[in-house]
């Protein structure tokens, strides 16, 4: 019987294990739905929420190496990815931690809620990449238009500087030479109406 008593209650705590888990999954679950279903941050919180942890600091380690065209980009987001490797080790601790079952439902309830707590700080740390993705890509765009209108204005400068050499050399000869004829001309009208 008491072999019974005991096979029963490490059923019992199995059970409950299994459904605190499956209760903190479907609260990251529904976490993770808010930050839209393509993102990269969707995708890592997903996998962590659904105890894939390798998988997940494979996806952040492969989206930092993703973006080698913007050098700024790993510069600022390195200690943050960091960071994140540690949350979602830290959520793998917390969740799969050895002899759970023999900690008391307030112990085991604190665990969880720790996860919880470092879920969401992971996921207000994949915002902050997010927001930093965003900004280098921004930097980039503003430094081509600067690039392409610095271009324009050489261009620009050029035509007119060969424009202005073009009537110097052709045209401003040949101005001054009609405008003395006019000049002339009207000196001469003047003066023949005058008499002299």
Aim: hydrophobic share 45%; charged share 30%; aromatic share 8%.
């Amino acid at each position: 019987m008491a072999k019974n008593l005991d096979v029963a209650l490490k059923v019992a705590e199995a059970h409950q294990e299994r459904e605190m888990n499956s209760k903190i999954s479907a609260r990251m679950r529904a976490s993770v739905s808010e930050g839209g279903a393509n993102s990269f941050r969707a995708q890592v919180l997903s996998l962590v929420a659904n105890e894939n942890y390798a998988k997940a600091i494979e996806e952040l380690r492969s989206f930092a190496e993703s973006k080698h065209e913007f050098p700024q980009f790993k510069f600022r987001a390195e200690r943050y990815l960091s960071y994140s490797v540690d949350l979602i080790n830290a959520i793998k601790a917390k969740r799969s931690f050895p002899g759970l079952q023999h900690l008391s439902m307030s112990k085991q309830q604190e665990l969880h809620d720790r996860a919880m707590e470092h879920f969401e700080d992971l996921k207000a740390t994949l915002r902050k990449i997010d927001h930093i993705e965003r900004e280098v890509k921004l930097d980039d765009v503003r430094s081509t238009v600067w690039v392409v209108k610095a271009s324009i204005y050489c261009v620009f400068a050029i035509l007119v500087l060969g424009f202005l050499l073009e009537l110097s050399k052709g045209v401003l000869p040949s101005a001054t030479i009609v405008a003395d004829d006019a000049f002339s001309r009207i000196i001469n009208f003047v003066f023949d109406k005058i008499g002299l």
